[in-house]
């Protein structure tokens, strides 16, 4: 370990400057950065321009790129030895409602302890993936402060549209693959396994995003003088619904289980190993009871089996008291989470046929397209994921562990598609973070030891 | 028919004063008085002081009476010979949304020429029920100021919540029965047969409105991380709602159907004589095939049989884009039209145990009451009917016919139930007037006859 002096320099300057880091995050976290609602566009620009500045400042050759939707921001520190590696990162967040449900504005961020006696800071963003992608440029900002220079050479590519379908990130991948071909890609934009337990996330479900909307009449109907004789598009989105699971919690599309593959048994028993708490997990939700496919554990039903969830369902009259209306339209926002080699334009195809078919005369239905990505796993037994795992176990203090994941990542499918490169998924993200939730936070903690872990990190992959 | 030459005259003065009619209800339709929003609570109350004030102006002796609800307005004149009848109208109306439906402001009335050449007043509450409401003021406005006063005692009732349960209404009847009670209620919140046949309607349907809210998680819940294994509220909804019908059509709750009595042969008899057009009814609403139950005509369906709809639906993310939640609540706004004798409070419970029996371990669910009212159907063969469907021949120079209302019209079942009063529905509307969807209007013709209708209604009741 022949350059531990010098991380142990870099970590005292990460420990002399925090302060200076969780103000840098609080900066851009008080930035609207909401990518799906068209409404906060110039907020994204501004997420993107903040962190343009903070990269200069930090010694990066610094490019923003226009995209159809939010810009693309890329930066390059060519000065270190190989691995060439490139971190990515997304600076745009989840919209905040429920907003009544927030204890503070969830764009000023608070310094605070909370009921458990942790330190956090709050906002959203605080953990997805703002705080996260900081403690990546604080690692670096560190490195280049004490030594001159990064260790290996960095590329970062941080993008606005992950929380919405991020249809452009694969276009501007294509167009740029020179540029962005590294040897590995860094996704820090996942939990730990446990508190106090590090982890590389090597199994992530795919996902497909659909929006419905079934028209009847040709306008909202009085359902005293129109009702039992003209169909009402609420009924037929619930009937459609209804049909998407049977009776045992499993998908009822035609074939959707072609591609799925049963886990390995010794992923079965790596899993098993972990310790899960499956009651523990479940009474964090106020729930005690797996929903979903009978007979499988939950990290199965989590990390290993597919899903179908309704999202969104809206139709007719939403508002304070009663309206006796036969709506013209009722719409739902569906997603599904795929696994092994399922392929989303299949899924996509399979439900679109399954819901026309249930389309009454006299009514019709449209779609939305809310993206799609295949399910990613990455091959253990790589240097550099061993590598990883070791700095982790250092940093930790105790033995970093693979795991799977239940969300999709999208880009990581995208590197491996269109570069030909693996991702290693290192978060550094608590479980009860409440991300796409009110009172989102990042333990300070974890901010802290996510930085402290890329200083080590950057390090070792040069060994 | 003594006093024609007296009718005349007055009915003379209904012409000479028909602009500044069309005015008064201009006025009226600027007060945003929607009841169901408690936004508009002083938009109400501005409603029942405008028709205060002009009742008065018509030699009425009036008064407010202040409810837990909106305000509710009682003017008499004692004047006139028997018998004495109480008229009823509803100076609240339905919410405006999707407001961006609409082709000019709902609370900025205009007068216009349609693409059918019709001259129509626009807005919320055009035709229900300020338009029908102020023919009958204005024909006592017209008596008063030819004759000195008007041919039958006449109490007005105009209250403020009968587009959102009217829950206050009963109360207030029974507080006041001595006051109230009179020969015989007039309602002015219905249809004409078609654009030129006049009508009285006898039967009207019940209701029971009931909203539902479906808990699970203690929070919402990201779709990837807990996607599989946590319940989802939307699902447990559109699975309880798709439970409420079966295939043939018909609502699926236990004895739904027990108290419901089949059409007597004279009733159906009288209805085919109608020549009611159902495709045309159907073609209007942009739809070609009647749903509901099979093998029953359209009007049979409208009228006769009883029906559960779905108002409106809605959990989770439903604004632009697309969010990955799995929310912790998800609610329903469901109404049922009752006929026969079907009890609501029957239906009521039967519902609530349908949906408790559906909801699963970890779950709850919450009832909203939005109220219920019986059936109703009003006797034929009474002298005032008839005088009234004489009376509305001569004005109209088509015969009027019996008819029955799919809709519900609680206030005619409470004046039986607390005044032993019979009530007869005399709606000068047309089915295309938009009532409780964009772009509501009165036809200029109607509004105009109606007050017509009502100089010689009032003449015809003394005979």
């Not at 950065?33 to 409404?39: K, V």
């Not at 090597?202 to 306008?219: D, H, K, P, Q, S």
């Amino acid at each position: 370990m022949p350059h531990t002096a010098t991380v142990d320099t870099v970590l005292a300057h990460v420990e002399a400057g925090f302060d200076q880091s969780v103000e840098r995050l609080q900066e851009l976290l008080r930035i609207k950065s909401i990518s799906t609602d068209p409404a906060f566009a110039e907020d994204c620009k501004a997420a993107a321009q903040w962190l343009v500045d903070d990269l200069t400042a930090c010694g990066f050759e610094v490019a923003t790129h226009l995209t159809p939707g939010h810009p693309i921001v890329v930066a390059h520190d060519r000065d270190g030895t190989d691995p060439h590696v490139l971190f990515y990162g997304h600076y745009d967040v989840q919209p905040v409602d429920p907003l009544d449900l927030w204890d503070t504005d969830p764009f000023v961020p608070q310094v605070k302890t909370i009921a458990n006696g942790t330190r956090v800071i709050t906002g959203r963003g605080a953990s997805d993936d703002k705080g996260q992608l900081m403690t990546f440029i604080e690692a670096c900002r560190a490195w280049r402060h004490v030594v001159g220079k990064l260790p290996v050479r960095v590329s970062i590519l941080l993008e606005g549209e992950e929380e919405s379908g991020g249809k452009n990130l694969p276009a501007f991948i294509e167009a740029n693959m020179q540029e962005l071909k590294a040897d590995i890609a860094l996704v820090c934009d996942t939990d730990m396994w446990d508190r106090q337990t590090p982890c590389v996330t090597t199994m992530l479900r795919g996902f497909v995003g659909e929006e419905i909307t079934i028209f009847c009449a040709n306008r909202d109907l009085h359902s005293g003088t129109y009702g039992g004789a003209a169909r009402n598009p609420n009924q037929i989105l619930a009937e459609i619904i209804a049909s998407l699971h049977d009776a045992d919690g499993r998908v009822a599309l035609e074939g959707f289980y072609d591609d799925v593959a049963e886990l390995p048994k010794n992923v079965k028993e790596q899993w098993r190993g972990l310790g899960f708490d499956e009651n523990a997990f479940l009474a964090g939700a106020g729930l005690s009871l797996p929903a979903g496919e009978r007979d499988r554990s939950v990290l199965e039903l989590l990390w290993g089996r597919p899903t179908c969830e309704i999202n969104g369902i809206f139709g007719g009259y939403t508002g304070e008291g009663f309206k006796t209306v036969i709506p013209a339209r009722a719409s739902a926002k569906i997603s599904f989470r795929l696994v092994s080699n399922m392929d989303p334009r299949n899924i996509r195809d399979t439900f679109r046929a399954h819901v026309r078919a249930r389309i009454p005369a006299d009514c019709s239905v449209t779609f939305t397209d809310h993206g799609g990505s295949p399910a990613l796993t990455v091959p253990s037994g790589g240097a550099l994921l061993n590598k990883a795992l070791a700095a982790l176990t250092r940093e930790w203090g105790k033995p970093a562990v693979i795991i799977g994941d239940g969300g999709s990542i999208p880009v990581g499918g995208e590197f491996k598609r269109i570069l030909g490169m693996d991702t290693l998924f290192i978060g550094c993200a608590q479980n009860d973070d409440l991300i796409h939730s009110p009172n989102e936070k990042y333990d300070l903690t974890n901010f802290h030891k996510g930085i402290r872990s890329w200083v080590r990190l950057l390090d070792a992959f040069v060994q």
